[in-house]
């Protein structure tokens, strides 16, 4: 059973580009969240996808956004780059998200931006 | 907002030695407590989860953890430290909405021979 993959593993991208990183959650779990973890930091959440649509949204800009596809996948969006937005970006996914349900956590997506 | 804080950024143990890691949470209802280690260029694992009951949790690798309402604590601990320890580990509770984890800044755990 594979477990929660992120695509691309490493990603190097020029201040105001933009970005989209890919996530397939573990099989059976139907939501997703997304977390930046810069350098020597703990994961921040971003925002969660239930039922293809954004459920909750953590404390970042506009510029982050996201979709959930009708198998559960997700993306993840960043628009007009910053050098701050470099970054582990992690995927979590779980079954139906909320108290209680134990969140299992990708490999991430290490995004450099120059 | 539910927060925890780790107070130590490292800890360096001898391999064999016991380890205790410190997690205190904000006040608020009773809180769904976890704690993940992350390998280097890894992912987070969770290694366990407290949400009620017995207040001592066991969890994978030898863990395990207290949680003390009266500290305000759900410290981490294993009794003999083995050197594929060293990780970063980050205790996390989950948020007023109950849809986030609001994560520790992290302890980073060095085991020396």
């Known amino acids: 059973d594979a477990g929660v993959t992120q695509s691309p593993t490493h990603l190097i991208k020029t201040r105001g580009q933009q970005v989209t990183l890919r996530c397939s959650p573990k099989?059976?779990?139907?939501?997703v969240s997304w977390y930046q973890q810069a350098l020597g930091q703990g994961p921040q959440f971003i925002f969660q996808?239930?039922?293809?649509?954004?459920?909750q949204r953590g404390n970042f800009p506009d510029r982050f956004s996201g979709h959930q596809f009708p198998n559960y996948s997700s993306e993840l969006n960043v628009n007009a780059l910053l050098l701050g937005d470099s970054a582990l970006y992690l995927c979590?996914?779980?079954?139906?998200?909320?108290?209680?349900?134990?969140?299992?956590f990708g490999q991430g997506t290490r995004l450099t931006v120059v | 907002a539910q927060s925890v804080t780790q107070p130590d950024i490292h800890i360096t143990v001898s391999e064999g030695a016991s380890l205790e890691l410190r997690c205190n949470y904000s006040?608020?209802?009773?809180?769904?407590l976890f704690w993940y280690v992350q390998s280097p260029g890894q992912g987070l694992q969770l290694l366990l989860k407290?949400?009620?009951?017995?207040?001592l949790v066991q969890g994978i690798k030898g863990f395990e953890a207290e949680f003390k309402r009266s500290q305000s604590s759900f410290n981490l601990r294993k009794p003999s430290v083995h050197w594929s320890d060293a990780a970063e580990y980050f205790c996390?509770?989950?948020?007023?909405?109950?849809?986030?984890?609001?994560f520790g800044k992290g302890t980073s755990l060095l085991v020396t021979p």
């Open positions: 996390a509770v989950v948020s007023n909405s109950g849809y986030a984890l609001n």
């Open positions: 996808y239930y039922e293809e649509e954004e459920r």
């Open positions: 099989s059976g779990h139907d939501t």
């Open positions: 979590a996914s779980s079954i139906r998200g909320g108290v209680g349900t134990e969140a299992f």
């Open positions: 407290y949400f009620s009951g017995d207040t």
């Open positions: 006040y608020g209802a009773t809180p769904y």
